[in-house]
């Protein structure tokens, strides 16, 4: 079980930077590839970032590829997304999630939602343009 608490999201304006963070509580974080995923009002929730086991392999979309990054610290069970010269297209909710099931594959992540087994609560950003 691994339960994801998502912090650090607010309001900006365009062309700042934001760091969020999911701490995770549980047994499972040092087995799961993690993720980044958000959702902007009316749309589908979108791939945003991900990160192997092994913090050795990550993938971006092309929307946030430079930009944005991931990075994890095993020793506080915190996954962070560094979140550079954002614009009005980041606007959304953004939620951590935790991959455990594919522990065996250490340097993997999953750009797909539905590889993924517990979700955080999310956290909103907001850019001022």
């Known amino acids: 079980q691994v339960t994801l608490v998502e912090s650090g999201g607010g309001s900006v304006q365009a062309g700042d930077s934001l760091t969020l963070s999911c701490e995770a509580s549980?047994?499972?974080?040092?087995?799961?590839?993690m993720g980044w995923f958000r959702q902007a009002p009316g749309k589908e929730r979108e791939f945003v970032a991900c990160l192997s086991r092994s913090d050795v392999v990550a993938h971006y979309p092309d929307s946030v590829k430079g930009r944005f990054l991931i990075s994890r610290d095993n020793s506080k069970s915190t996954v962070y997304l560094i979140m550079n010269n954002l614009s009005a297209d980041d606007i959304a909710v953004y939620y951590c999630?935790?991959?455990?099931?594919?522990?065996?594959?250490?340097?993997?992540?999953?750009?797909?939602?539905?590889?993924?087994?517990?979700w955080g609560q999310g956290t909103q950003v907001i850019v001022s343009t």
């Open positions: 999630a935790a991959s455990p099931r594919h522990s065996f594959h250490q340097n993997e992540c999953y750009v797909k939602g539905t590889d993924y087994d517990y």
């Open positions: 549980g047994d499972a974080f040092l087995r799961s590839a």
